[in-house]
């Protein structure tokens, strides 16, 4: 447990961490995993599904093993990196994006995962290469998430 900048405790048991195939969820996904293991706490890696890939795979153009493969690839590697820190890892999916509701965003989706899991604490990706879901969500979770965020 940390004391706050305003004198309260911060303790922290879940971090979510929103991540894709990308380098800058890998390393916020480090960050997410260094801050679980000092307060002791559990990771919750979240990948969240880009708006191309949603509308290939809601219009049956995408090989759906293929986008499985490559969620499992990548939530595969964070369950590694928490297990090599001894920090416990759970994993989900989500679609970013939906082309059969408006209210689907990027941000939305990671702020409804932390609720779901009850997370203390977020760490999200604020630059991206591989696509611009998470650089989206970033955005949107800090300047509406209720738990301390983390952007790297």
Do not use: C, W
Request: cysteine-free; charged content about 25%.
């Amino acid at each position: 447990m940390s004391t706050n900048t305003d004198g309260t405790d911060l303790t922290v048991e879940t971090v979510l961490v929103p991540v894709d195939g990308g380098d800058e969820a890998l390393t916020a996904a480090e960050y997410g995993v260094a801050v679980a293991r000092r307060y002791d706490a559990a990771v919750h890696a979240l990948y969240v599904l880009g708006e191309e890939t949603v509308r290939a795979v809601e219009s049956g153009a995408a090989d759906d093993d293929a986008v499985a493969e490559e969620i499992d690839a990548v939530l595969s590697t964070l369950t590694t990196l928490g297990e090599e820190a001894d920090v416990p890892v759970s994993t989900a999916s989500a679609y970013g994006f939906s082309t059969r509701r408006k209210r689907v965003h990027p941000g939305s989706v990671v702020l409804d995962a932390a609720e779901e899991v009850d997370a203390d604490f977020l760490v999200v990706p604020r630059e991206h290469e591989h696509g611009d879901v998470l650089e989206k969500a970033a955005g949107y979770v800090l300047q509406y998430a209720s738990q301390p965020v983390l952007s790297v």
